[in-house]
């Protein structure tokens, strides 16, 4: 079991959780995950490290409630079961900075997206790098840790559907009027938004790298859920990504993946909420 430390709402429908992890943080870094189960007879869930506290061992993340297993989470209150990582692969902008020192990178974010964007920005400003953000939600109130993406990237730019905040569009709008402004391009958020950015900046030949967050369940490589195609050839988010070359993803693909259990989870979802109502 580990400490959670609190866990609260931030907007209608995310979460920020802290949780002490001294173990799991102590090698993160930007751009990796972890996988949390609530209970022990809870699903795992992968969530991006949003922020952590190494001195302190303390893990910081932010989730957004899809279905049953988040809405779960929410129901957590002094301890998680399990929490396992870090998994996956470090950012490569991260990893290798002395790479991308003279390169303008821009990230663009999608929804919940900014959450694992933010570490990666951080990271990268507290070793010298300025890089801009483009931030996109359906409207205002989606916009999550404005403060702290504005405390650490060099500019942000906003895009809300609906227009209550920044400019009334898509980030894809954002990006192609600003295309001129960077070398690389780092997205991350929804398959389709991810997706989307890619084919503005393929037409640009500009570098763009995707996190993939497909289906996952022992985030290991040995179950094969998290299988992606990239350059005609499957790879495991969780082993080989979560980044990968965004102009050689099957985008397709990935969103078929992601619709393959609709039903299934959204009778699990109600029979959840039933559950967890009748037990708080």
């Known amino acids: 079991m580990y ?13 920020e959780m802290a949780i002490e992890a001294p173990l799991v943080i102590k090698k993160a870094m930007p751009g990796q995950f972890v996988i ?26 932010i989730y957004q409630v899809i279905g049953a297993s988040t809405e779960e989470l929410t129901y957590v209150k002094n301890e998680i079961f399990s929490v396992a990582g870090p998994l996956g692969n470090a950012n490569e902008i991260c990893k290798n900075i002395e790479e991308f020192k003279d390169k303008r990178i821009v990230y663009v974010a999608g929804g919940v997206g900014i959450a694992p964007v933010y570490p990666q920005v951080k990271y990268l400003n507290e ?8 931030d996109g939600a359906r409207n205002v109130d989606l916009l999550l840790i404005r403060d702290k993406i504005e405390s650490v990237a060099n500019k942000v730019l906003y895009a809300t559907d609906d227009g209550s905040y920044g400019v009334k569009g898509f980030v894809t709008n954002v990006l192609e009027e600003h295309i001129n402004d960077y070398d690389i391009c780092v997205t991350i958020g929804p398959i389709i938004m991810m997706k989307n950015v890619c084919e503005v900046t393929k037409k640009y030949n ?24 990239v350059d005609g050839k499957p790879k495991f988010a969780c082993i080989h990504g979560p980044e990968f070359d965004g102009h050689k993803v099957n985008f397709e693909l990935a969103l078929k993946r992601m619709n393959t259990y609709k ?18």
């Open 36 to 61: 949390v189960m609530a209970k022990e007879d809870s699903e795992r869930i992968p969530l991006t490290i949003y922020d952590y506290d190494k001195e302190k061992g303390i893990l910081y993340l």
């Open 3 to 15: 400490k959670v430390l609190y866990n609260k709402r931030i907007s209608s429908n995310s979460f």
């Open 127 to 134: 070793h010298g790098l300025k890089v801009d953000v483009i």
């Open 206 to 229: 500009m570098p763009t790298i995707v996190s993939m967050n497909p289906l996952m369940v022992d985030g290991s490589g040995m179950c094969g859920a998290c299988r992606c195609e």
């Open 263 to 280: 039903e299934e989870e959204k009778i699990k979802w109600e029979e959840m909420k039933e559950r967890l109502s009748k037990e708080a």
